[in-house]
């Protein structure tokens, strides 16, 4: 009897799509990241297309995704990603209180610069993978951790915004964004008193008196872009 082959297990450890518009910083961390003992397969794509058209084939549990990533919005292509499940880690440049915000508004786990070493790179990078947020030191403070999932903030104990609970917090980047009282309501999925309620207490504890100086107050803080 001729014996059979010996049946292949898939390999054991995470995938990683990485996404940067400069090949060299591709090449570069593709090579570092398939040393690392747990990462199975590496992929990388320079233009945002690319990557949506590799995604659905390598099946990725993790894409490491260039802010700064051009044609396309970086943001718009990692959003695109996480809709199929994959979980989102964003390299930049240098802390920008903006990047952070939109990384956790559209669902990213990670935001890490790319001044880090690689051991904290590839360390965020199983953090992400296993479910878990990964933010670098000078972006974890513009982050809250609430049960309905990260936030984004400004409360340093300098801030004036260190004085909001998340909620009223969440309740201030909707009407910063412009969003009614009532649209805010349907967004949170709360009664409209109950918005209207936060939107007093946060303007007494701010000492602002209208959604003007909300606004300015939320963009000069980083709350919102200008």
């Known amino acids: 009897m001729v014996p059979r082959p010996p049946i292949c297990e898939p390999a054991a450890g995470l995938r990683l799509l990485i996404v940067d518009d400069h090949a060299l910083v591709c090449a570069g ?6 040393t690392v003992a747990d990462v199975a397969e590496v992929a990388v794509a320079t233009r945002p297309a690319a990557a949506l058209r590799t995604a659905p ?13 051009p044609p396309a919005d970086a943001f718009e292509t990692a959003h695109r990603l996480s809709r199929s499940r994959i ?16 990384a956790v508004r559209m669902g990213a786990l990670g935001y890490w610069t790319k001044h880090a070493a690689f ?21 974890a403070p513009l982050v809250t951790r ?10 340093a ?61 939320a963009g000069r803080e980083g709350l919102v872009e200008m």
């Open 29 to 34: 961390l593709a090579m570092m990241f398939r």
């Open 87 to 102: 979980r989102i880690l964003f390299m930049d440049d240098a802390v920008h209180a903006v990047h952070v915000r939109m």
């Open 57 to 69: 084939l390598f099946r990725p549990d993790v894409a490491l995704v260039d802010v700064t990533l």
């Open 157 to 217: 104990e300098v801030s004036p915004l260190a004085r909001l609970t998340p909620r009223e917090l969440e309740v201030l980047g909707h009407l910063a964004d412009g969003l009614t009282v009532k649209r805010c309501a349907l967004r949170m999925d709360l009664a409209e008193s109950t918005v209207d309620n936060h939107k007093s207490r946060l303007m007494r504890k701010l000492n602002v008196h209208n959604v003007a100086q909300l606004v300015r107050l």
């Open 119 to 139: 051991d904290q790179l590839a360390e965020a990078v199983r953090r992400v993978a296993a479910g878990e947020p990964s933010f670098c030191a000078e972006a």
């Open 146 to 155: 609430t049960p309905a999932g990260l936030k984004f903030h400004m409360a």
